[in-house]
């Protein structure tokens, strides 16, 4: 509502608000006239925009993450016997300095690595230590302590754990969860469900949005929605100077949001999702990852970690740029007739328990016509209540005070109907016969559209058929192929969160059905293994969020050797990239068999002769690609030896593990106990008690595909 009737103190002294504005109320209507009559809806949607930008840029953004930071070179001076607590020096101040109270892991690497155990920093100086035993130590433990000379490095993890420093990043800055705005979108989740024909958890915060606009009708659009704002800002900064293209405020399209509702819904029963394509909040954050989150990646990291644009970034790029282009018609064209999501909002204020109401003091001045943001006032300046977000702006422009908010049913001095006449006759057979029309064409486009979708992605599954046919690498933790493209709204969060752009935007591969899709870019990077990031964003659990040890054992696919092209195999030269790269990841799935290996004249093989060649170990490999994207790196891009990676991740049946629910820990166990019980077989029939093996001709199971 208007400031000066709640804020004298911002106005000149000795004469009325509206004619001598103090300095306050001068700086706000130098924002914007809205400022001044609905400052409120002006400052939660600058809140909530700001919020948004936060989750968006900050929370999801990876890189304020570190890994487990060291401390080595400390010598103990002084360890107690009795208790275990140690005095350390160095001659060198750490870069990082430890602090007090913090709990660090103590290792012996005098001779090889010997783990201690975890130590609480009692006093912290820049070359001295003093530590403590964060628990009771036993005999053994202190006379292992007593008996080391270092020297001792300190680390904030255990020796030989798993990094996890992506997914603790992520942990520590949700505070409020990346995907809220996602979340809030009632029309992601809705359509979501019907496709998937499952139920999505995210229903429960678009129910309970739906529950709030009960009380404030349509408040999303008027109030929270970041793509709303945005579109303020353009229609302030370039549609109101462009006034050319405008249009007015009856024709056919007025309606069209409700038809564009329709077919995306119509889609979804069809099994096709396109909420992704016109829902408010995918469209915002997917243009926020491919025009402005190169930006950030470019000043804040390096250019050349910048991925390459495809079709489908320039054509997310123009839908956004039609969102703003459409305010030259007429100002918040999109949220007023187009958005889909705000229609589900509309169709929600048939519920709805408040009102905007005018009361008898009316003088027809119709400037709340003039101020409202959402076309949601009559000719006769009574409420189009489908409309109406409850912003309030009417009212702060209002000078007899004519306007209230108050219950749906509260009639109490209110301005007669059709006074002045509104010039509108009620709907009629043509006007009924047109909305219907409208209404089925709507469902009609989105039925064929989703049909055709849906054919065109199985023509083309069909014509791929076969063992080698291309499929995309999904991310880890990925539901099965046909539940992932109807859980997924191409809304670019993992984009966004995932360490080294391994996810990228899947192209035409897959027809429109697949556009916009996540899919693991190898030769780019390999997937993180301190990272579970993607699927603690994804607001459908398309894919799942799962304990970084969960992750860490979903197999997304395998990775496969070509012996054509791979060095070792080839006879060219030696090379052990891949089998490195895999151990210092921990997964250890890649083994070395010696090939080529020469002989003397009495047929026995010549010592070191022939080459180490890598062999996948596939109940170890998860897919991850970091083998592949060493190889690309060095032998294709830094020294031309091969056209690409002779070692590809590959994704299909029995490539990868994709479960809807359940545990892949314990899928991996039950693999395990299966192989060991056809080794136990195997040793039974010949008679023998088994002895070793690599791990890649324990069973013929564990051929590469």
Not at 602 to 610: F, K, T
């Amino acid at each position: 509502m208007r400031l000066n009737w709640y804020l004298p103190p911002f106005r000149r002294k000795g004469g009325l608000s509206a004619e001598q504005p103090g300095w306050f109320r001068r700086a706000l209507k130098r924002l914007g006239p809205t400022w001044l009559s609905s400052p409120l809806r002006r400052v939660v949607q600058s809140v909530c925009l700001l919020v948004f930008l936060g989750l968006f840029f900050y929370v999801c953004w990876p890189y304020t993450a570190r890994p487990t930071q060291t401390w080595a070179g400390w010598l103990p001076v002084e360890v107690n016997a009795d208790s275990g607590a140690a005095t350390l020096a160095t001659d060198q101040p750490p870069v990082i300095p430890l602090r007090t109270g913090m709990t660090v892991h103590v290792s012996d690497v005098g001779d090889g690595l010997f783990y201690l155990g975890s130590f609480r920093v009692e006093r912290a100086e820049a070359l001295e230590l003093q530590l403590a035993p964060a628990q009771t130590l036993d005999p053994v433990q202190l006379d292992q302590l007593a008996a080391s000379f270092g020297p001792w490095s300190l680390s904030e993890h255990a020796p030989g754990s798993w990094p996890s420093h992506y997914a603790d990043s992520l942990r520590e800055k949700e505070r409020l969860a990346a995907e809220t705005f996602l979340i809030l979108d009632p029309l992601v989740s809705l359509s979501t469900a019907i496709a998937a024909r499952s139920w999505v958890w995210s229903l429960t915060a678009a129910a309970a949005i739906l529950a709030l606009c009960v009380l404030v009708p349509r408040g999303f659009c008027g109030y929270v929605c970041p793509l709303g704002t945005l579109i303020d800002v353009f229609d302030a900064a370039v549609g109101k100077r462009l006034r050319r293209f405008r249009v007015g405020a009856d024709g056919w399209w007025v309606h069209l949001k409700y038809f564009v509702l329709a077919g995306t819904l119509a889609a979804s029963m069809l099994g096709v999702l396109v909420s992704g394509y016109v829902a408010a909040i995918p469209v915002l954050t997917r243009f926020l990852n491919f025009a402005l989150s190169p930006l950030q990646m470019g000043l804040t990291r390096s250019w050349h970690q910048v991925p390459a644009w495809g079709a489908g970034h320039w054509l997310s790029l123009g839908l956004f740029a039609l969102v703003l282009a459409l305010g030259l018609l007429r100002p918040r064209f999109w949220c007023r007739y187009v958005c889909p999501s705000g229609a589900l909002f509309s169709l929600g204020n048939l519920f709805r328990a408040t009102e905007r109401k005018v009361e008898s003091t009316c003088i027809d001045c119709g400037k709340c016509i003039q101020a409202c943001p959402f076309d949601a006032i009559q000719p006769d300046f009574s409420t189009r209540p489908a409309d109406c977000t409850w912003c309030q702006t009417c009212g702060g422009v209002c000078a007899p005070q004519a306007i209230k908010f108050v219950t749906r049913w509260d009639g109490t001095d209110l301005k007669a109907a059709a006074n002045p006449p509104a010039g509108q006759r009620p709907i009629g057979r043509r006007g009924f016969l047109t909305t219907s029309a409208g209404v089925a064409a709507g469902v009609a486009g989105g039925l064929v559209g989703g049909a055709s979708l849906a054919s065109v992605t199985r023509a083309l599954k069909a014509a791929g058929d076969g063992p080698d046919r291309w499929l995309p690498v999904r991310p880890p933790g990925s539901v099965p192929e046909q539940a992932f493209l109807q859980l997924c709204i191409r809304c670019g969060e993992c984009f966004q969160a995932c360490p080294n752009n391994v996810l990228q935007p899947l192209g035409f591969a897959q027809g429109l059905d697949g556009l916009w899709t996540p899919h693991v870019m190898a030769d780019w990077s390999g997937c993180e293994p301190s990272c579970s990031n993607c699927g603690q964003v994804c607001p459908t659990s398309a894919i799942r969020a799962l304990p970084l040890e969960e992750k860490r054992a979903a197999r997304m696919g395998l990775a496969v050797v070509d012996p054509q092209t791979c060095l070792p195999l080839a006879g060219r030269e030696a090379c052990r990239l891949c089998v490195d790269e895999c151990v210092a990841a921990g997964y250890d799935a890649i083994e070395f068999l010696r090939v080529g290996t020469e002989v003397d004249a009495l047929g026995m093989p010549v010592e070191d002769s022939g080459y180490l060649a890598p062999v996948v170990v596939p109940h170890k490999c998860v897919g991850c690609g970091l083998c592949q994207t060493r190889c690309y790196a060095i032998n294709h891009k830094q020294k031309g030896l091969l056209q690409e990676s002779a070692i590809v991740v590959r994704a299909g049946p029995g490539r990868e593990d994709r479960l809807p629910q359940g545990s892949y820990l314990a899928l991996r166990a039950a693999e395990a106990a299966q192989r060991e019980q056809r080794r136990r077989t195997v040793h039974e029939a010949a008679g023998t008690t088994g002895g070793y093996l690599p791990s890649f001709l324990e069973s013929s199971e564990n051929e590469s595909p």
